[in-house]
């Protein structure tokens, strides 16, 4: 049985962890681990995190000192997975727009033959709920764009994904230097440019209904120029 660990990053999620963690618990394989990466979130999240990790031996958290982006907390939460002899990583986000029932389908893609699988909202039987029209468009320009200038990936941006461990072992995640959501962009175009079998599942997105999502304008501007230079970064065979 493949040891399967879900990385979690929280950053003021009081009010999603404990069903979340709950809920992960009751759908991973046997064996399977939940990992909280939490940037000292101000809410209390951390203290909740070491609370849910005294009582279940499957949970374990990280702290971190600062708030660095998304993409920092998931390479420190990568390699603690991989130390922790973690056969397949996942990615999913504490909100509830990725529904943690959706998990074992990510785990039978990989364990079907894909080194990474990714929850897909823009591939049939896929989709979103409650987004409005600003949200709708960024991501589905973002994309649009990141299949023009890179990858033939229909939905490159999502945060909810399966990766086999060699994958995260190849693509070097000291050179990952994406803070937000350009991150997700960027781990995905690696493991493509290293040849690994990138599937997409039929996933439906929702959006969150407790706490604030960290979506913001920096967010958006790091992905319009961080996609390119991942482009000049393969043209100059850096990639
Ligand atoms: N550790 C850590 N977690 C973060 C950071 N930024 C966001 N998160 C977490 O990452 C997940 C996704 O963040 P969201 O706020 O939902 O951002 P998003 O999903 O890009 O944006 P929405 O689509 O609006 O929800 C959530 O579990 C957040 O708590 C960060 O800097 N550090
Ligand atoms: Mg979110």
Request: aromatic letters at 6%; a neutral charge.
């Amino acid at each position: 049985m493949l040891v399967a660990v879900a990385c979690v990053p929280t950053y003021n999620e009081r009010e999603n962890l404990e069903p979340m963690v709950r809920a992960l618990g009751a759908v991973l394989p046997v064996g399977g681990r939940v990992l909280v990466i939490d940037d000292s979130s101000p809410d209390g999240t951390g203290e909740i995190a070491d609370r849910l990790a005294a009582e279940l031996p499957w949970m374990e958290v990280l702290h971190r000192s600062r708030k660095e982006g998304l993409g920092r907390a998931y390479v420190d939460g990568f390699r603690h997975a991989l130390a922790s002899g973690a056969d397949l990583v996942l990615q999913i986000d504490c909100d509830f727009s990725h529904d943690p029932s959706d998990v074992p389908r990510l785990i039978a893609a990989v364990e079907a033959g894909a080194d990474l699988a990714l929850g897909s909202r823009y591939v049939a039987g896929g989709g979103t709920a409650n987004w409005g029209l600003v949200r709708r468009l960024i991501s589905r320009c973002g994309s649009v764009y990141t299949q023009a200038l890179l990858m033939p990936i229909h939905d490159a941006t999502g945060g909810f994904k399966c990766f086999r461990r060699r994958v995260l072992e190849e693509i070097d995640l000291d050179r990952v230097d994406a803070a937000g959501y350009v991150f997700q962009i960027e781990t995905t175009y690696r493991a493509v440019r290293k040849g690994f079998r990138v599937v997409e599942v039929p996933i439906h997105f929702t959006d969150r209904t407790a706490g604030q999502s960290k979506m913001s304008r920096a967010i958006v501007l790091e992905a319009i120029w961080k996609v390119p230079r991942l482009r000049v970064a393969t043209l100059r065979r850096h990639l």
